[in-house]
């Protein structure tokens, strides 16, 4: 059993409380969101000081969980880095072998749509300046070397600016005063806040996850309590995730997340500097330099090459069969099932091709090439290729279905087998 761990089960009551508290948490202080990670059985057993961490009451798994729901911090200005190591190329990288200027998600084309831009917070480590005022005012910066990119809410007004190139993305989000309203203009990628990717982590509740409090440490130069998150099923890549959470606020300042394979954290994303007094109005202004190319958020966005008369290729068969567009991976991938549960989890469809060529199934050099990025697996369903990241893995079928989770190769071979 694990330091302070419990095997209490919560209330009926307990568990309307832990609803009410999710969905408390569920509000931002920076204009980003994340992906989810599955959480937790509550332990009971208090914290306590280690060596030279500081001396804080004892406080329990379910009163730290409780005290992040409760956190309301509105107002704030900080440094936070984040690294992220799944064992990839960085993405810039990968979009530089691509040819550059990838664009926006919508096919916006710039530089400056943070529907793509924010995606670089998933591979290497980074350094963001965040400010918070309210729902209605927030800034997030992403520091590079030689320049800087941000996203702006200022009332229903949003911008984004990219240094770089020159260019700005500009939205109108008319969600001025409400969590509700304009969402869908939310940059929403991938998690660039300790609060962010703890809320995810504390969604839900079920049996297959532990949490307990793991002692006290200080976190940009504020006391705060040690949330320890671990899965209790076997099979899982997560070894563990720490919350440190601030001991006055409860504000989450600090997120690791370490895989059960050891070394590194594959997520660490913490305040180094954080200040909970008023940001200066200013924060929040932007106004495109002269010469700034600018993209409106909800221009209409080109369908395809044009005809010799300058008509764009509007529905024609061709643009209708180019792979890509969101809403057709959608129709694409709809018969997508899940197999088992919790940190077990393991998502299953059929891409209705083909599969991928192995060199030992006569795939020729392309089929040896994709077996030299991935490990050449077999068994009941036939055989495939498992393509690993040090935190999620999939197996993609030789007939075309593929199994992906936070679980070992051999859960993913196991549950192929299963299926068949």
Same mark, same amino acid.
């Given at each position: ?166 260019? @700005? ?8 005063? !409400?969590?509700? /309203? *304009? #969402? %869908?203009?939310?940059?929403? +990628?991938? $998690? ?84 909970? @007094? ?8 932007? !106004?495109?330099? /002269? *010469? #700034? %190319?600018?993209?409106?958020? +909800?221009? $209409? ?98 007939? *075309? ?20």
């Amino acid at each position: 059993m694990a330091p302070y761990e419990s095997d209490d089960s919560m209330t009926g009551d307990e568990a309307d409380d832990m609803r009410v508290g999710r969905r408390k948490a569920a509000r931002y202080v920076v204009p980003v969101a994340v992906v989810g990670v599955a959480a937790a059985t509550i332990g009971l057993v208090p914290a306590f000081a280690g060596s030279g961490d500081p001396d804080l009451p004892d406080v329990s798994a379910q009163q730290l969980i409780e005290k992040i729901a409760a956190s309301d911090v509105q107002r704030l200005s900080g440094t936070v880095k984040i690294s992220t190591d799944l064992g990839l190329p960085s993405l810039g990288g990968l979009e530089s072998s691509l040819g550059g200027g990838m664009g926006g998600r919508d096919g916006s084309g710039s530089s400056a749509d943070p529907s793509s831009k924010l995606l670089e917070l998933a591979s290497g480590t980074h350094t963001l300046r965040v400010a918070a005022d309210g729902e209605d005012k927030q800034k997030l910066s992403l520091l590079d070397k030689a320049a800087e990119y941000s996203v702006i809410r200022n009332g229903d007004e949003v911008w984004a600016y990219d240094s770089a190139s020159n260019e @700005a993305y500009h939205m109108q989000d008319g969600s001025s005063g !409400s969590a509700d /309203k *304009g #969402t %869908k203009d939310r940059p929403e +990628d991938v $998690p660039a806040t300790p609060k962010a990717l703890a809320d995810e982590a504390l969604k839900a509740v079920d049996s297959t996850t532990s949490v307990t409090v793991d002692g006290t440490a200080q976190v940009a130069g504020r006391d705060a309590y040690k949330l320890l998150i671990k899965p209790k099923q076997s099979g899982s890549t997560v070894g563990a995730i720490s919350i440190a959470v601030d001991a006055k606020t409860g504000l989450p300042l600090k997120f690791t997340l370490t895989p059960a394979s050891g070394g590194a954290a594959v997520v660490d994303a913490g305040f180094t500097e954080v200040d909970f @007094a008023k940001p200066a109005a200013s924060t929040f202004d932007f !106004s495109p330099p /002269k *010469g #700034t %190319k600018v993209t409106e958020g +909800d221009e $209409p966005k080109s369908e395809g090459p044009a005809h010799k008369d300058g008509n764009a290729h509007k529905g024609d068969k061709g643009d209708k069969e180019r792979p890509g567009r969101g809403e057709d991976l959608g129709k694409e991938f709809q018969g997508l099932d899940v197999i088992g549960e919790g940190w077990g989890s393991i998502a299953q469809f059929d891409t209705g091709g083909e599969g991928i060529p192995s060199g030992g199934s006569g795939g020729g050099d392309a089929g040896r090439f994709l077996d030299s990025l991935g490990d050449h697996v077999s068994g009941k369903f036939g055989s495939g290729t498992v393509f690993s990241t040090r935190l999620v893995n999939a197996l993609i079928t030789d007939d *075309g279905k593929v199994y992906a989770g936070a679980v070992t190769k051999d859960a993913l071979v196991k549950a192929a087998n299963a299926a068949k």
